[in-house]
């Protein structure tokens, strides 16, 4: 079974950068892909953006693109969510996907931002 963890949320002011870790158990380039996703407060979960390969561009949810950028370490069975120009209504709970034949997901980071 996969596993992955999620870190590097925390509470940041508007305008402000986070980047956020998802370390995987398994050897990413064996996935089909992976994801980042966000649940806000008392909303559904949403999809922020999708990486499956790395000659790949990642693609956004339209109201983080130019804001958020995904990226992999693939020595490091990582990839990362670098988060520029942050506003409140990117607050919520961020968890990383991955899939082969199956759905695997992190338990979620926190992050907060102030206005």
């Known amino acids: 079974q996969v596993h992955l963890v999620e870190s590097g949320g925390g509470l940041v002011q508007a305008g402000g950068s986070l980047t956020l870790s998802c370390v995987v158990s398994?050897?990413?380039?064996?996935?089909?892909?992976m994801a980042w996703h966000r649940r806000a407060p008392e909303k559904q979960r949403e999809l922020v953006g999708v990486?499956?390969?790395?000659?790949?561009?990642?693609d956004y949810v339209d109201s983080v693109k130019g804001r958020f950028s995904i990226s992999r370490d693939d020595k490091k069975n990582t990839i990362y969510l670098s988060m520029n120009n942050l506003k409140p209504e990117d607050t919520g709970i961020y968890y990383c996907?991955?899939?082969?034949?199956?759905?695997?997901w992190g338990q979620g980071t926190q992050v907060a931002v102030s206005s």
């Open positions: 398994v050897n990413i380039t064996n996935l089909y892909g």
């Open positions: 996907e991955g899939w082969d034949e199956q759905k695997c």
């Open positions: 990486i499956t390969s790395p000659t790949i561009t990642p």
